[in-house]
């Protein structure tokens, strides 16, 4: 089993920036694929970012590239968001998420783990 914990939501003006944090236990972080999604409401839930364990690749929807950039800290179990020039359209619940795979990690499907949320609004 793994336990995610998201933390670093909160309300921010547009054009500003935020980071999340995802604290992961339970299993060797390392030898995890970690992703974020995020669900406004009304919604589904859209992938955002993703960094695969085996290399560190990392994967952006195209809606955040440029602005939000994903890494990993394997010392501290932790996965992280940049979002920079935040748009009102951003303004979502976060969601983190982790696999033992590789290969999904862009996709809801891909995740058997999944963190409770963090809210990121972001005013104009």
């Known amino acids: 089993q793994v336990q995610l914990v998201e933390s670093g939501g909160g309300l921010v003006q547009a054009g500003g920036s935020l980071r999340l944090s995802c604290a992961a236990s339970g299993r060797a972080f390392s030898s995890l694929s970690m992703g974020w999604f995020r669900q406004a409401p009304g919604k589904e839930r859209e992938f955002v970012a993703a960094?695969?364990?085996?290399?560190?690749?990392?994967y952006y929807a195209d809606s955040v590239k440029g602005r939000f950039t994903i890494s990993r800290d394997n010392a501290k179990n932790t996965v992280y968001l940049q979002m920079n020039s935040l748009k009102p359209e951003d303004t979502a619940v976060y969601y983190c998420?982790?696999?033992?795979?590789?290969?999904?990690?862009?996709?809801?499907?891909?995740?058997?783990?999944w963190g409770q949320g963090t809210q990121v609004t972001v005013s104009s």
């Open positions: 998420a982790a696999t033992r795979g590789a290969v999904l990690i862009t996709m809801i499907r891909g995740y058997e783990y």
């Open positions: 960094i695969r364990w085996s290399d560190g690749s990392t």
